[in-house]
């Protein structure tokens, strides 16, 4: 079994930062995509940003410049910088990791930004 524990969401002015962690245990296979998701209210949830085991990176069009993903490999944690948030940041974050035929999610962290 694989477990996702989020941390490091809050409450943040417009402008601000705020980096998220997510740690991930058990059985998961060394190549694998971690990666963060983000569900606003009413919307569905979209990817923000993903990283490959092997350091390929990608991010929505709408977070480009301004996050940043990183990832520890020897502790299975990944990571999301957030610089100047924006309102439209508002979301639960959640964390994910893929791996084979499988797909596990976090229990999410909820990001403010309040403008």
């Known amino acids: 079994q694989v477990q996702l524990v989020e941390s490091g969401g809050g409450l943040v002015q417009a402008g601000g930062s705020l980096r998220l962690s997510c740690a991930a245990s058990?059985?998961?296979?060394?190549?694998?995509?971690m990666g963060w998701y983000r569900q606003a209210p009413g919307k569905q949830r979209d990817l923000v940003a993903a990283v490959t085991s092997g350091g390929s990176r990608n991010y929505a069009d709408s977070v480009k410049g301004r996050f940043t993903i990183s990832r520890d490999n020897a502790k299975n944690m990944v990571y999301l910088q957030m610089n100047s948030l924006k309102s439209e940041d508002t979301a639960v974050y959640y964390c994910?990791?893929?791996?084979?035929?499988?797909?596990?999610w976090g229990q999410g962290t909820q990001v403010t930004v309040s403008s």
């Open positions: 058990g059985s998961i296979s060394s190549i694998n995509v």
């Open positions: 994910n990791v893929k791996f084979l035929w499988n797909d596990y």
